[in-house]
């Protein structure tokens, strides 16, 4: 069986890290399956790592470091993706990020993106890719 291709949103991991609860557990499921494997770009890089390194959180970066150590493939930047994060973002109302991490994991073949944003979010609202979120029905 194939492994699911998967897209992490940078709130994924800080729920991993940070959240604590049903949240956290939740994350460290996605993050521990072993049918998955990972896709990033560095978008989620530059989300996640400059605060732990200034602010000196060894903890808290060896974590993220971690897991960029083990993702499958990390999409690179290039002025075609932000030209496709653009079209994302206008058909649904995308904010900035929240496009390029989509632009990013369409090529990339990824199967789903898994975020930890509420479902009435406009990420929920795009087509092309299985949206999953790690929150808890509220």
């Given amino acids: 069986m194939p492994l ?5 949103d940078s709130g994924v991991l800080l729920a991993a890290f940070k959240a604590g609860g049903e949240l956290a557990a939740n994350a460290l499921a996605i993050l521990g399956d072993p049918d998955r494997q990972f896709v990033t770009s560095d978008f989620v890089r530059l989300e996640l790592l400059p605060k732990p390194i200034c602010y000196g959180n060894d903890a808290e970066r060896r974590f993220y470091e971690a897991f960029f150590a083990s993702v499958e493939q990390v999409v690179p930047v290039s002025p075609t993706l932000v030209e496709e994060a653009q079209r994302e973002a206008e058909a649904v109302g995308l904010a900035a990020l929240d496009a390029l991490h ?8 990824c199967d ?26 509220s």
């Fill in 112 to 137: 789903e993106f898994v975020t930890a944003e509420k479902t009435t979010k406009p990420l929920f609202r795009v087509a092309g890719i299985t949206v999953t979120t790690i929150r808890p029905p």
């Fill in 4 to 8: 699911l291709r998967t897209f992490i």
């Fill in 102 to 109: 989509i632009a990013a994991a369409k090529p990339a073949m």
